[in-house]
T-cell receptor, first 114, second 116 residues
Framework: NAGVMQNPRHLVRRRGQEARLRCSPM?????VYWYRQLPEEGLKFMVY????????ESGMPKERFSAEFPKEGPSILRIQQVVRGDSAAYFC????????????FGPGTRLTVL | AQSVTQPDIHITVSEGASLELRCNYS??????LFWYVQSPGQGLQLLLK??????LVQGIKGFEAEFKRSQSSFNLRKPSVHWSDAAEYFC??????????????FGKGTHLIIQP
């Protein structure tokens, strides 16, 4: 059973460009979470999605950030008009239905904004 | 709102010595508690978790943790560390608000250094 997959692993963007980060959950998992990790910091929750639904986006910046988890295909975290402060590692986690709160993490996407 | 405090930013331990990493949480009800480990440039690996029941939980790689409700703590322990244990360790708390499992709240991490 493959783990959580994220791509790309590394992404470089110039200020003002768009960044798209993809996450494929583990097989059979219907819950997806996105977290951001700034240097020397722990992970900060951003958004929690189920198929075609955003359940909790309380950690998402109000502007430029959006997330989706379509019926088919991976979950996408989209950052429009990136700024240098968006440089971070973005981790996706997935969880099966009714598994309490155990989350399995992907390897992360490291975004660098030049 | 829930919060997690890991008071030790860095800890240095000699190989073969025992280890205890501290974690204190703030949450109104019984939380779900986790310890994750992160090696440089890698994702997070779950070491162990506490949902309910026995307050002493065993994890992978010889780690264990004890949930102490009275102290709001969930400290991670290992009787004898190995050089390969050098990594960043994160304590996290979660909840289930009824709509499904919520996002986790992480501490800032403890960087473990192993001396030969």
């Amino acid at each position: 059973n493959a783990g959580v997959m994220q791509n790309p692993r590394h992404l470089v963007r110039r200020r003002g460009q768009e960044a798209r980060l993809r996450c494929s959950p583990m097989k059979g998992h219907s819950h997806v979470y996105w977290y951001r990790q700034l240097p020397e910091e722990g992970l900060k929750f951003m958004v929690y999605l189920q198929k075609e639904n955003i359940i909790d986006e309380s950690g998402m910046p109000k502007e430029r950030f959006s997330a989706e988890f379509p019926k088919e295909g991976p979950s996408i975290l989209r950052i429009q008009q990136v700024v240098r402060g968006d440089s971070a590692a973005y981790f996706c986690a997935s969880s099966p239905l009714h598994a309490g709160n155990e989350q399995f993490f992907g390897p992360g996407t490291r975004l660098t904004v030049l | 709102a829930q919060s997690v405090t890991q008071p030790d930013i860095h800890i240095t331990v000699s190989e073969g010595a025992s280890l205890e990493l501290r974690c204190n949480y703030s949450y109104g009800a019984t939380p779900y508690l986790f310890w994750y480990v992160q090696s440089p440039g890698q994702g997070l690996q779950l070491l162990l978790k506490y949902f309910s029941g026995d307050t002493l939980v065993q994890g992978i790689k010889g780690f264990e943790a004890e949930f102490k409700r009275s102290q709001s703590s969930f400290n991670l322990r290992k009787p004898s560390v190995h050089w390969s244990d050098a990594a960043e360790y994160f304590c996290a708390v979660g909840a289930d608000s009824g709509g499904g499992a919520d996002g986790l709240t992480f501490g800032k991490g403890t960087h473990l250094i192993i001396q030969p």
